[in-house]
């Protein structure tokens, strides 16, 4: 069974650049979550989504980023014209429940991001 | 609002020692907690859960933890460091009230030979 997948594994883009970061959860779960670690700090949640819809997207800064995570394919978190303060990795984790139940999270392996 | 607090962002312990790994937390519910292990450029790996069951929790590779609501804290321990333990090692609380997982700082755990 494989786990949750994350490409890339690292991406550099210079400043003013898109990013596109793709997740794909484990079989059978349909609750993707995105979090964004910087250096020497712990994980931060972003955005909470399920097939089609933003459940929660508290954690993400206002402008320039959004995520998806439509009915076929991967969940896409989109970071337009990047700055060096988007530099961090980036996690997906996905559950087969919501975070309203005790469903654990599992993590991919990240995408780390570089802007140049 | 829940927060996490990890005391000391390095711990270093002797092959063979106790690993102790502290954590406190703050929430206006019943938490969820959590321990998870990122070694270096990886993801997160689940070691343990606590969801308002036994208050002692036995996780993942020889690892535990202990729920104390009197405290506030949910410590991780294991009898025995190996070299393998070498990790950053994350504490995180969730409520049942539809939050996020709520993540501390890490811990960044050394083994010596």
């Known amino acids: 069974n494989a786990g949750v997948m994350q490409n890339p594994r690292h991406l550099v883009r210079r400043r003013g650049q898109e990013a596109r970061l793709r997740c794909s959860p484990m079989k059978g779960h349909s609750h993707v979550y995105w979090y964004r670690q910087l250096p020497e700090e712990g994980l931060k949640f972003m955005v909470y989504?399920?097939?089609?819809?933003?459940?929660?997207e508290s954690g993400m800064p206002k402008e320039r980023f959004s995520a998806e995570f439509p009915k076929e394919g991967p969940s896409i978190l989109r970071i337009q014209q990047v700055v060096r303060g988007d530099s961090a990795a980036y996690f997906c984790a996905s559950s087969a429940q919501g975070f309203t139940s005790t469903d654990t999270q599992y993590f991919g392996p990240g995408t780390r991001l570089t802007v140049l | 609002a829940q927060s996490v607090t990890q005391l000391g962002s390095h711990v270093s312990v002797s092959e063979g020692a106790l690993v102790l790994l502290r954590c406190n937390y703050s929430s206006s519910v019943p938490p969820y907690l959590f321990w998870y292990v990122q070694y270096p450029n990886q993801g997160l790996q689940l070691l343990l859960k606590y969801t308002s069951a036994a208050t002692l929790v036995k996780g993942i590779n020889g690892f535990e933890a202990e729920f104390k609501k009197s405290e506030t804290s949910f410590h991780l321990t294991k009898p025995s460091a190996h070299m393998s333990d070498a990790a950053e090692y994350f504490c995180a609380v969730s409520s049942r009230r539809n939050t996020p997982l709520v993540f501390g700082k890490g811990t960044r755990l050394s083994v010596i030979a």
């Open positions: 989504l399920q097939k089609e819809n933003i459940i929660d």
